[in-house]
């Protein structure tokens, strides 16, 4: 680590140069905000420097969070760098003039987003609640008790894990219009589909868990008389905590990825499936980009709620010492 005195300048020069970036990208996008006509090889030429230089300062500033223990201070550099990306795309289309319907502006996009919230929010919630939460649930809960099956019975694991193995590989686009026709195109039927997705990588996740425990921690529990259930109660269970949560959390990505495209493929007039698939025929590509946030901010929030419960119930395991 370089001394305090020389640490200081370096950092000082890394917040310059980010700043002096950003400033030569912020006027350029102000003095085209109207304008209709590209902007010139000379304006091009400035957008590459203070993108350069954007990026150069950011290099040197967020070597200055690499060892910040604060999670949100050490956010930081996530953050400038998502602010330049905007940044940059906002400025190079407005420098090409590229039409909205093709690729909108991001400011567009969060115009977009603010007029239409209502809509997207009862988008949202058919879904998120409707057919993602609901899936969710109905699968994870039927995964756990399956591996509980599977893990006491071998017969079962001999005759029906090979299958959950296999099954789970099958893609969502291929299940999705079977299960559309089947069973209608309201939300049931979607949140089967999800269910069905998180089914067997929680199958798979919580049996390798049950069983994957130390021979001699079984052989304590036996010496202590202890019975099946209070195996599974006081060992096996806690064992397998850890992979159940590694399975909830995959299954957050799996139950968003697998309602939004059971959406499309027939939905009640509303989803945010639906709507991308309605305005992407529009060429409405603001509002489309506004669903996809809407989703990601959604995906997003749900799986750091399981990987905070998974801190809180999880904390003795060795990954979080």
Known sequence: MLPPRLARPSALWGWALLLVGFALLLWFIAAWWHQLEPASQGHKLLLVLGGLLALLGLGRVAQQFAHTPNPLVGFTPAALTLLLILILAEAWLRAYQ??????????RVLSTLL??????????????VLEALIGYLIGCSLGVITALLVSRYVFLERGLLPYATIFSSIPIVALAPVLV???GIDWPSKAAIVAITVFFPMVVNTFRGLTEVSPLSLDLMRSYAAGELQQYRWLRLPNALPFIFNALKLGTTLAMIGAIVGEFFGANGQGLGFRIQIEAGRFGFDIVWSAIIVASLVGIAWYNLVAWIER????????YR
């Open 98 to 107: 590229v039409p909205p319907g093709l690729i909108p502006t991001p400011s």
């Open 115 to 128: 007029a239409v919230r209502d809509v997207l929010l009862r988008d949202a919630f058919q879904t998120v």
């Open 181 to 183: 026709k089947m069973m």
């Open 312 to 319: 809180r119930l999880t904390g003795w395991h060795v990954s």
